[in-house]
């Protein structure tokens, strides 16, 4: 019995130790984790309307006119309820003057995400038979508030700017997946793109 005892101090006694050693260092937090998302499968829809321009957009946006524009009967926000996302679409007349403020425009929205921007990557579009040219941006950054922005002309009637807003807190580290998913959308809406 008295052996026994010994031998329960004795692990007592070990497993003390471990314990005390064990804990000797600052525990090391987890990183955050987020929620699954789930992405639909991507399925394309027209938008031909009345409106000067059409193109592609998925089944899972809903187009709606902009509010906040009630005179500008052509702007519309594609919006995705699923990632609370919006894409806000506007589109101007070109004349000879212009087109210059326009793009000047364009570029300045872009611009005013460079404090929270790590880096604003521009990818031309060019393409002589559909009389589309313009650029697309993608700004990268945790904070950023549009990941995408973009504008398309035919430089001498029709401009159409867009621009990818998110109805939350910009985290774009936890929405890096919807972000590339909707990054797929805008090229293939920007791939079909025609006007009329």
């Known amino acids: 019995m008295i052996v026994i005892m010994k031998h329960k101090h004795l692990f007592c006694l070990f497993w ?3 314990l005390f050693t064990a804990c000797s260092e600052d525990p090391i937090p987890r990183p955050r984790g987020y929620f699954r998302i789930d992405l639909p499968e991507k399925i394309y829809q027209p938008l031909d309307t009345t409106f000067p321009f059409a193109f592609e957009y998925p089944v899972y946006a809903k187009i709606k006119g902009d509010p906040y524009a009630p005179d500008e009967p052509y702007w519309i926000n594609i919006y995705f309820p699923q990632f609370k996302g919006t894409i806000h679409i506007s589109y101007k007349v070109v004349n000879d003057t212009n087109l210059a403020s326009y793009l000047e425009d364009s570029r300045k929205f872009v611009v005013k995400h460079i404090p929270k921007a790590q880096a604003i990557n521009d990818s031309l579009i060019y393409d002589t038979a559909r009389n589309i040219y313009g650029l697309l941006y993608e700004i990268r950054g945790t904070g950023a508030a549009s990941p995408f922005q973009f504008f398309i002309t035919d430089s001498t ?3 159409v700017r867009g621009a990818l807003y998110f109805n939350i807190v910009p985290n774009n580290d936890s929405l ?14 920007i791939q079909t793109f025609r006007w009329k």
């Open 176 to 189: 890096a997946p919807v972000i590339d998913f909707l990054k797929k959308d805008i090229q293939h809406m």
């Open 16 to 18: 003390l130790a471990v």
């Open 157 to 159: 009637k029709h401009f």
